[in-house]
Every structure is written in C-alpha cells, then in structure tokens.
C-alpha cells in the first residue's frame, strides 16, 4: 500500500523546518505541508490555553489540506497541547509529537544525568522530566528555561558574541553540572548545536532529536502502508502566519535558499 498524501507538519515559527529538512533528506518521494505561526512566536511565552488554541487551528488546517499525518514539530505545543491536537486529527490521522520518540531512545541508552534546555512554556510543563523517568527512573533530568535563544535565532545572531553570551551564561550555570548529554529541546536550538559544543568543550553529547523524530515518521508511515510510492515526485509547501525580511532569510538558512513562503492567517474561531 501507497500513500501520496503529504506529511503535515507545524511550529511555532520557522525552528520546525529542521524537521522538515531531515523529512526531505531520509524521505525524498514525500510531500510535505508546513505551517509556522510566526504572528504568534514564541509560543514558549505563551499560556497553555493559547498554544492549544493556535495548534488545533493549525492541526484542522493541515487535516483540511489533506495531510495523511501530523508532526507537531514544537515542543512547547507537544508539552502543552498534544492531546487537544490528537482530538483534533482523530482516529485516523496519527499525531507524532517531538518530545515521545527521543525520551524512548534516550531512556535506554548508557546516560545518567540529562539536561534540558527549553522554552518557559516546556520546561514548566516537566514533560520531557516525566516521559524519561517513567521509561527510567535511574536517570536524573534538569530542566533549564533558555527563553532567549529563540530570539537570538530569530534575529540572525547565531555565530555571534550575543549568542556566545546567552549561551555561556545558561550552559554553564551550575545547575548543568555533571550532565553527561542534553537535549535541546526546542526545534530553533538545532542551529545552535555547534556552538553549544563549543561551550561544552565536546564534552556533553547533543542528543540529534530531528533524527531520532523523523524516524519515527517512517516507521509509524511503513507501519500503516502510508509511505509514498518511490516514483513519486514529492511537493513542498510553505505557509508562514506572518511574514519579514528576516523569516524569509531565517527560513532560507533552515530549509534551503529555494524554499518559497505563503503568507496565510488562520482566523480562531
């Protein structure tokens, strides 16, 4: 069995196209429908009733326009909100959020003191603390809020002595000490990965959550016969809630320089 519908995927703004990225590279026969609510950024700030309210919005967008399954690639939403979007897609339509799929590979892998670095909003929520522990309670999570990176990313200040600042000043705080891996959990923190390397000297391994995410897109796609047919010429789609210069050259960094946006404003109800 064959499936060309394509993949839905969504974010809170433009962090979400790592995801995106990787789904291109180990799926090139899919299609895929990605939606970043930029009006709304960060959703890490936001209350819990107001993510819920933007990712079923969102979610129903990505149902009407056909997608045959839905990525929730934002962890303040995951953290917040997952339930509401699984009412929202049904039975049909499976939901694979980013927070499940990395608590069950890191849970079993030799490691015994996690960090966290995440949105307000995540980390408040305790859900990567919860979904590791009750796979292992031997391993010991810290949760750090790091409100400042999404901006510092959204901005352009990557590779820069901003970044370096805010980075230092959060990865070295003594509440990290001792941990032997973090996960950043936060889809924008991906681009930052080399230099959080730095300030860890490569000593902390940097759990690669896109990976370990999209896998679990192929498998739950093979387990239900919903895997494109490999003739098939994949299609991307863009849409963005709110559009600037600097998304644009955001958007071009994350996904590629031939990535086009569409502008779309999904009215709440």
Known sequence: MNDNRPIGVFDSGVGGLTFAKEIKRLLPNESLIYFGDTQNLPYGEKSKEAITQFSVDITN??????????????????????????DAAGKDIPVIDVISPVAEKV???????????????????????????RRNKHIT??????????????????????????LETYLLNK???????????????????????????GKVDIVNSPLIVVNQVIYQLAKEGKLAAKDTVANYTFYISDNTDNI?????????????????NLETK
């Not at 326009?65 to 699984?86: D, F, G, P, Q």
């Not at 949760?143 to 970044?163: H, Q, R």
């Not at 000490?177 to 000297?201: A, M, P, R, W």
């Open 175 to 201: 509440k990290l000490e001792g941990i032997d891996s973090i996960i950043l959990g936060c889809t924008h923190y991906t681009h930052l990965e080399k230099e959080i390397n730095q300030v860890f000297e």
């Open 107 to 133: 849970s079993f892998e030799l490691r015994e003191k996690i960090g966290v670095i995440a949105t307000k909003a995540t980390v408040n929520s305790g859900a990567y603390k919860k979904a590791i522990r």
């Open 61 to 86: 967008f990505l149902i009407n326009n056909n997608c045959k399954v839905i990525l929730v690639a934002c962890n303040s939403a995951t953290a917040n909100s997952l339930k509401e979007i699984r």
């Open 248 to 264: 644009i050259k955001v958007a071009k960094k994350f996904f590629g320089k031939d990535i086009q946006l569409i502008e779309k």
């Open 141 to 166: 999570v810290i949760e750090m809020a790091t409100p400042l990176l999404v901006p510092v990313i959204e901005e352009g200040f990557t590779n820069s002595t901003i970044s370096k600042a805010v």
